[in-house]
């Protein structure tokens, strides 16, 4: 008795919290995608919002999804039908002695099994939880296509911006060549500085063709997902977002861990158990079976009409044994939910902290680094023209602000690559980029 009521709490509770889960994460796991907006299929300038309207209305991973919500719909409807009446006939008496069948009996009958206890409402039950957790599977597909569209495009704008600034360290350089070898005919350099400057200027060129071939490779990924034209796809990245706003959302997550990826998978998990719970209960109740037919007795001429009715004498439960096991499995889950809740917290708490150091880095670059760079080197530029301090001094200057246009450049992704991973774990479509705002 003890253990029974111990059952009956614990499921309770489990359910009251997955039906809360549901309830909260009813807004989240949706994918922006526009489907009624159009692109002009010759553009090659791409927003983030232009990539994902051309991904919805070329990916086939979104038509798909579409035909298993049909495919779990038309269990439903399967779920609800009756079972068809069976219709049987006996002849008897055909063979033997019996000249000109005389002796012929021949009987007609209809049966029909009734399902009076409930086990035609818990299929369509079970078929109303597949439908939902069929819907929940495609909430996350197609939010893992968003999820993959934000990843490629930030890719390719890395590098974009990785071959335009390959581009200005070689022009930098070249100008740093020219400059020395002016110098040398004037007799103000050495023959050694103009070897070290062509040899930062070749390593600036092979900078660039890398950059190209990463330009391409991020361009054939981003298009494969619409089955566009690579050819010269870039993508529009003209003003930074402001991450600051991103932070402030991130402060409300850690009261929003139920609707989590894990834990929503573990409620609809619950919710596919419980309905095949309810239908273990029903099919083991027994079923009723009417029957009706006509009798026809050729030797006397005597007609007469047949009624039955049969049942299983329900005296063992034959499922008994799935009932306890799918109990058993409610619990696990419970037990489950419990871990991944504080996995979750832990997961978002760690991901929010390692967000905030990457903007602290991103605004130091920003604010003091790069603009400390750029004078230290313009001002060793003029120091140097004027034949007061090394080549090696600019050269050292000229590295360092190329250096720290690259480093610029690559903690913007990943500080996006951090935001995606975040999206991923709270279900919420962070609107970051001016691009989308547009």
């Given at each position: 008795m003890k253990a029974s009521l111990y059952l009956t709490c614990v499921l309770l509770l489990l359910f009251r919290s997955v039906g809360t889960c549901s309830t909260m994460s009813a807004t989240r796991w949706e994918a922006p995608f526009d489907t009624v907006s159009t692109v002009p299929a010759k553009d090659t300038l791409l927003t983030l919002r232009r990539a994902l309207v051309l991904t919805a209305s070329g990916n086939p991973v979104l038509p798909a999804l579409a035909a298993q919500r049909e495919a779990a719909q038309s269990r439903l409807r399967q779920a609800g039908l009756w079972p068809n009446?069976?219709?049987?006939?006996?002849?008897?008496?055909?063979?033997?002695?019996?000249p000109g069948l005389r002796?012929?009996?021949?009987?007609?009958?209809?049966?029909?099994?009734?399902?009076?206890?409930?086990?035609?409402?818990?299929?369509?039950?079970?078929?109303?939880?597949?439908?939902?957790?069929?819907?929940?599977?495609?909430?996350?597909?197609?939010?893992?296509?968003?999820?993959?569209?934000?990843r490629r495009f930030h890719v390719l704008a890395h590098a974009q911006m990785k071959l335009r600034l390959a581009e200005l360290s070689v022009t930098l350089h070249q100008d740093i060549t020219d400059d020395i070898d002016f110098r040398i005919s004037e007799g103000a350099a050495l023959p050694s500085e103009l070897l070290l400057a062509r040899l930062e200027l070749q390593r600036a060129e092979m900078a660039i063709y890398e950059a190209r071939?990463?330009?391409?490779?991020?361009?054939l990924s981003l298009?494969?997902?619409?089955?566009?034209?690579?050819?010269?796809?870039?993508?529009?990245y003209s003003a930074e977002p402001d991450f600051s706003q991103v932070l402030d959302r991130l402060a409300e997550f850690d009261q929003l861990v139920d609707s989590s990826r894990l834990i929503v998978e573990i409620g609809r998990d619950?919710?596919?158990?419980?309905?095949e719970r309810r239908l273990a209960v029903a099919e083991a109740k027994p079923g009723i079976t009417l029957s009706g037919g006509y009798r026809r007795l050729r030797a006397d001429g005597f007609d007469s009409f047949l009624f039955g009715v049969s049942m299983p004498l329900p005296l063992f439960n034959r499922n008994q044994g799935t009932s306890a096991a799918l109990d058993a499995q409610l619990r696990s889950l419970e037990y489950e939910r419990r871990r991944a809740s504080h996995e979750v917290a832990a997961s978002i708490r760690a991901g929010r902290a390692r967000l905030r150091q990457l903007i602290q880095q991103h605004d130091i670059l920003d604010a003091d680094l790069l603009p400390t760079a750029e004078?230290?080197?313009?001002?060793?530029?003029?120091?140097?023209?004027?034949?007061?301090?090394?080549?090696?001094?600019?050269?050292?200057?000229?590295?360092?602000?190329?250096?720290?246009r690259f480093e610029h450049?690559?903690?913007?992704?990943?500080?996006?690559?951090?935001?995606?991973?975040?999206?991923?774990?709270?279900?919420?479509?962070?609107?970051?980029?001016?691009?989308?705002?547009?």
């Open positions: 009446p069976e219709l049987e006939s006996e002849i008897e008496e055909i063979g033997g002695d019996a002796e012929l009996e021949m009987t007609v009958s209809l049966t029909q099994e009734l399902e009076l206890f409930g086990q035609r409402r818990a299929r369509e039950r079970a078929a109303h939880t597949n439908i939902a957790a069929t819907d929940l599977n495609a909430r996350f597909s197609a939010f893992d296509l968003y999820l993959d569209v934000k071939q990463e330009l391409e490779s991020a361009r298009v494969s997902l619409w089955g566009g034209d690579p050819t010269g796809i870039t993508v529009d619950v919710e596919l158990v419980r309905a004078a230290a080197y313009e001002m060793l530029r003029r120091t140097y023209d004027a034949g007061r301090v090394a080549y090696a001094s600019l050269l050292e200057a000229s590295r360092s602000l190329v250096d720290l450049n690559d903690i913007l992704l990943i500080i996006h690559e951090q935001i995606v991973e975040l999206e991923n774990i709270t279900g919420i479509a962070l609107q970051l980029d001016q691009s989308e705002e547009n």
